[in-house]
């Protein structure tokens, strides 16, 4: 994953995709300080948590936008993530969503909300990456009855 972004870098830097470019570069210089960091190169898991990361600060950047109406720059954010969403594994649906909350729910058999770290616990490693966090943590709440 992390080598794929170095070359699409330099794929798009040579047919003309600005906008590519500037986004991939700020993904690898995310990933390449991480990496100086843990003195390690990243795994593909670990990458697509920097890419999550991009994702959610842009989605949260839209928001402001939205307040100030600036259609052009929620315009252009939104094509940001976009093109991160490319580099993104398969996002599950809601009813796939609903679905391994279930699956946990049957194992776990929560009674109340403090129940939900256990859940949570279960439901990560099926979901981490592949769904937007909000929305599992949201219908989890809403099964729990928080």
């Known amino acids: 994953m992390r080598n794929q972004i170095v070359n699409d870098v330099v794929k798009y830097m040579k047919s003309g995709g600005k906008d590519k470019v500037i986004v991939l570069r700020m993904v690898k210089g995310a990933i390449l300080d991480l990496e100086k960091q843990n003195n390690k190169e990243l795994t593909d898991e670990e990458t697509i948590q920097v890419i999550t990361k991009q994702i959610k600060t842009r989605n949260e950047s839209i928001e402001q936008f939205k307040l100030g109406n600036r259609q052009d720059l929620i315009d252009k954010t939104q094509s940001e993530i976009d093109i991160l969403n490319e580099y993104m594994p398969e996002q599950m649906s809601e009813e796939e969503i609903e679905k391994a909350i279930s699956e946990v729910f049957s194992k776990v058999n929560p009674t109340s909300p403090k129940d939900m770290g ?29």
């Open 118 to 146: 256990k859940v949570m616990g279960l439901l990560m490693p099926v979901v981490k990456g592949k769904a937007d966090m909000g929305l599992v943590n949201k219908i989890v709440k809403e099964k729990l009855g928080d």
